[in-house]
């Protein structure tokens, strides 16, 4: 068992912890406080560069205008009369 004791600022020295190392905090009911080191999650793969041009075609932006033209762009006309 290690005793640790916190300084003014309520900071702690963990012997083996790294500079940086990220832990969860836990403190039970019971006063007891758990720190469980968390493994940094791996990034996910980005699209590749053109992957979605299919999203980009003039159908679909002429879906986005209707449905664009059927909301409130600018102010109305006779807004404020």
Do not use: W
Not at 48 to 66: F, I, M, V
């Amino acid at each position: 068992m290690h005793i640790v004791t916190l300084d003014k600022q309520k900071r702690v020295r963990i012997p083996g912890a790294k500079a940086g190392e990220v832990c969860d905090y836990e403190h039970a009911s019971s006063g007891v406080i758990t720190l469980t080191p968390v493994k940094k999650a791996d990034a996910k793969k980005r699209f590749p560069r053109g992957s979605l041009k299919y999203l980009c075609t003039p159908a679909k932006n002429k879906q986005r205008e209707e449905i664009a033209a059927g909301t409130i762009m600018g102010v109305p006309k006779g807004y404020g009369k």
